[in-house]
């Protein structure tokens, strides 16, 4: 095995721009790191689990980027309680990847064509659809897999010629894993009594199924998907429209803006088409996410939303405010054209106006009296989750309006000036 191959392929897919390798202390990952060390931007990344073989690891991950002459970023992310240790680690592992990549750095991982396989059987065995057997793309925006042309035996004995340092994480042999089973069971039965060269088989049986996936990928992509926070929405009369497979793809997609990096299981999915076509009222579905209806939406939320903190208005840009943005701008010439805009009363943004969620007992001055914010937010259609984490503006103690639905009678405008407020939330 001649290291100049795997160097020569990692040259012609990886991109030009800064390289991020997640280095995890094994043959692969080392591997991987001195494919692209010759890289004129590049650095490693290193993920500390807390686990057992963590210390390890880390030692040699080290090793390996002080050797390369390459800068290394060490992440905590301890993995939480919870079943599949395999799957939450993974899990851990990519949430501070994703948020530690740099603008236009892609991630560089070690993945072989054993990996490839394995993925595509254990896809396999639990029932997934194309996506599942297309199993890893070799290359898609934000990361790409160099060495997935070679098998796991031929990236060590590369590994062992350089005199690179590497480890063998010992939960790799615990047999409580799937991926072990499948690694250490499962394929060399296969390969002894049915097919010589399974992996290679499975490898390309994902590369034929990921050229489907691409089409259906692109396809679902022309559906929107509503994001507002950690509660996403999906227009019904769309779903309804198009083949199972493209709606199917749309449900992951949304799925995985909650439950990232993974597109939820095929009973998620099942699950959520059911309440869109009417056939379940509702559902709750992995990560304990709730699964409704409104209106023309289902709606995939967490349980518990995630509630802002009070904020300062600050007039002539737009504020952050959960999952949407709120903008002050001069009225003056400004269609109203929308119901989220409400023209409001300049003098109500004097002294220190702040926006906050409703509180217990919070009342609007109407014409006459006072009306409920509650009861504001009910009438107007507003879902009880979102009730309590929508915006209020609120001067000199007093609640000068319910944004986007209603203005204090006090802080309505009484001359021909006016500031525009205007209520815009998230969508992907």
Request: charge should be neutral.
């Amino acid at each position: 095995m001649n290291p100049e191959r795997v160097a020569a392929e990692a040259r012609d897919l990886v991109p030009a721009g800064p390289l991020a390798v997640a280095l995890g202390g094994g043959a692969d990952s080392a591997v991987a790191a001195w494919s692209v060390a010759g890289h004129p931007e590049v650095r490693c990344i290193f993920v500390r689990h807390g686990l057992e073989s963590s210390a390890a690891l880390e030692r040699t991950a080290r090793a390996v980027a002080a050797e390369l002459g390459i800068d290394v970023t060490i992440l905590d992310a301890p993995v939480q309680e919870g079943p599949s240790l395999e799957d939450r680690a993974r899990r851990s592992r990519w949430r501070a990847i994703d948020g530690a990549i740099r603008d236009g750095e892609t991630v560089v991982t070690g993945h072989t064509r054993d990996d490839q396989a394995e993925t595509v059987l254990m896809n396999l065995l639990r029932g997934s659809g194309s996506a599942g057997i297309a199993g890893m793309s070799r290359s898609r925006p934000g990361v790409v897999r160099p060495l997935m042309g070679f098998t796991r035996e031929e990236i060590r004995t590369v590994a062992e010629d350089l005199g690179l340092p590497f480890t063998d994480d010992p939960a790799n042999e615990d047999r409580a894993h799937l991926r072990n089973r499948v690694r250490s069971e499962l394929l060399p039965m296969l390969e002894r009594e049915y097919r010589t060269g399974i992996a290679g088989v499975l490898a390309r049986a994902g590369s034929l199924a990921a050229a489907d996936d691409l089409l259906i990928d692109e396809i679902a992509t022309h559906i929107p998907i509503i994001r507002e926070g950690n509660v996403v929405m999906i227009p019904t009369a769309a779903l309804a429209t198009v083949p199972t497979a493209v709606a199917s793809r749309t449900v992951r997609m949304a799925l995985r803006h909650l439950l990232a990096p993974y597109p939820g299981a095929a009973a998620d999915v099942d699950a959520v088409l059911r309440v869109a076509g009417r056939r379940a009222d509702s559902a709750t579905i992995t990560g304990a996410l709730a699964v409704t209806l409104e209106g023309p939406y289902v709606v995939i939320a967490a349980r518990e939303p995630d509630v802002p903190e009070e904020i300062q208005i600050v007039q002539g840009r737009p504020i952050r405010f959960g999952a949407g943005a709120v903008r002050f701008e001069p009225a003056e010439g400004l269609p109203v054209r929308r119901r989220s805009t409400l023209l409001l009363d300049p003098a109500a943004l004097d002294g220190g106006a702040t926006l906050r969620v409703p509180a217990p007992g919070d009342r609007i001055a109407i014409a006459g009296g006072s009306k409920s914010v509650r009861t504001v937010l009910s009438e107007h259609g507003v879902p009880v989750r979102r009730r309590s984490t929508w915006p209020l503006i609120v001067s000199g103690g007093r609640i000068a309006a319910v944004v986007g639905i209603r203005v204090a009678s006090w802080a309505q405008p009484s001359t021909s000036r006016s500031v525009a407020v205007v209520y815009e939330r998230g969508r992907t």
